[in-house]
């Protein structure tokens, strides 16, 4: 079966499939891990969400948590009004108490 694929392509078939094979390693090791390692390190950053952390979510919003749960989070969005909203947790983008002075 490989002999006749090989021969379609004549003299250099068998380089051709190595520089195939090479250009998905490239692929892979360009576009899909680093894909898969910023999803990984996303999973863990939400596993480790606790009361008291300042968040905003992928809206835009910021907000201190004042309960976790299962899947969701409540969001003190406003202290001095006592306004909290409910998220999921994968609604959670990033850690904000570092850029809540700028």
Sequence with gaps: MYNSILLQFGGGGASSL????????????????????????????VDSL????????????????SSVRDKTVVLEV????????????TAISKDSSAQIGE
């Design 50 to 65: 606790k009361a008291g952390d300042k968040v905003i979510t992928i809206g835009g919003l910021h907000g201190t948590i």
């Design 78 to 89: 406003d202290s001095s009004k006592g306004i909290k909203m409910v998220f999921l947790k």
């Design 18 to 45: 190595f520089l195939i094979g090479g250009m998905f390693v490239i692929m892979y090791f360009f576009m899909i891990r680093p894909q898969q390692k910023k999803a990984k390190d996303q999973q863990s950053y």
